[in-house]
C-alpha cells in the first residue's frame, strides 16, 4: 500500500533557472524501506521539503496517508512525519542537546516522565547520551547527524525521511545508525531515504 502519492510534480525556486523538478510521480510503500536514489543536484531535498509541505507545487499534487497537502494543512500532516534535514545545523533549536531533542516532543504534549524516558532511550541507541548537556552548535558534522537522528526518533512518527542523514558519519558509525532506525522501524514505520550514493540507502 502506498502512504505517499507524488503525482506529476513539477517545481520552478525561480524563472531564470527553469524546473528543478518536472512531471515527478513517487510512491513511497507503507511501512517500508523506500530510497530515493539520485545525482546531486536532481532535487532529492526539495521533494523531502515538498512531503514535509514546506515549499509550494508549481503543479501536481502530493497525498500523505489519503488526504492531499494543500494549503493549510500542513500542520496535520506533518504530524504523521518527521524529517532529517541534509544539514544538521538546520534543524537545531534547543541550547543543549537535551533542549534540542525535547522540543519536538514538547509539541506532542507528553508528559515530562515519558519524555525524558525517550531523550535518555534514543541518545544512548546513537551513543549521544554523554552529550546531553552539551551545546548542539560545537559538536561535529557527524555527532550533529546522530542527534538530529535520534530527535526524529523520539517523535516516533509514522513516516520517517533522511535527507542524506548519515553523510558525515563514519562507516562503522553509518553501519550502527542505520541498524538503530530499522530496529526502531519494526516493519511498522515508514522510511524514506534519500541519497546519491546506492549503498547508503540500504
Ligand atoms: N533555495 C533554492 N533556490 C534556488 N535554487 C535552489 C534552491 N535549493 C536548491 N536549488 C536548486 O535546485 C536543484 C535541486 O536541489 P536539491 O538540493 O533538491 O538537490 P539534491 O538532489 O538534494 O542534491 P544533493 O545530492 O547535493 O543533496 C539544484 O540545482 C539546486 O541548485
Ligand atoms: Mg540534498
Known amino acids: 500500500m ?8 513539477s517545481f520552478l525556486y525561480n524563472e531564470d533557472d527553469g524546473l528543478v523538478l518536472k512531471d515527478i510521480n513517487i510512491n513511497i510503500q507503507k511501512d517500508e524501506w523506500n530510497a530515493i536514489l539520485v545525482y546531486n543536484g536532481s532535487g532529492k531535498s526539495t521533494i523531502s521539503k515538498f512531503i514535509v509541505g514546506l515549499l509550494k507545487m508549481t503543479s501536481g499534487s502530493i497525498n500523505v496517508n489519503g488526504k492531499e497537502l494543500v494549503e493549510g494543512n500542513e500542520y496535520e500532516v506533518r504530524e504523521s512525519i518527521s ?4 544539514n ?3 534543524q537545531f533549536v534547543g541550547a543543549t542537546v537535551m533542549d534540542d531533542i525535547a522540543f519536538g516532543l514538547e509539541n506532542k504534549c507528553l508528559d515530562r516522565e515519558e519524555m525524558h524516558r525517550r531523550i535518555d532511550f534514543y541518545s544512548k541507541k546513537v ?7 552539551k551545546e548542539p552548535h560545537n559538536l561535529s558534522g557527524g555527532e550533529k547527524q546522530r542527534v538530529a537522528i535520534a530527535g526524529t526518533l523520539a517523535m ?3 513516516v520517517i525521511i533522511l535527507d542524506e542523514a548519515t553523510s558525515m558519519l563514519d562507516p562503522c558509525g553509518k553501519n550502527e545508525v542505520i541498524e ?4 526502531s522501524q519494526d516493519g511498522e514505520k515508514t522510511i524514506i531515504n534519500s541519497n546519491h550514493k546506492l549503498n547508503n540507502t540500504v
Request: glycine content about 0%.
Open 88 to 90: 544538521p545545523d538546520n
Open 180 to 183: 538503530t532506525i530499522k530496529d
Open 156 to 158: 516516533d512518527t509514522e
Open 83 to 86: 524529517i532529517v534535514f541534509q
Open 2 to 9: 502506498d502512504i505517499i502519492k507524488i503525482k506529476d510534480l
Open 127 to 133: 551513543n549521544m547520551y554523554d552529550f546531553l548537556n
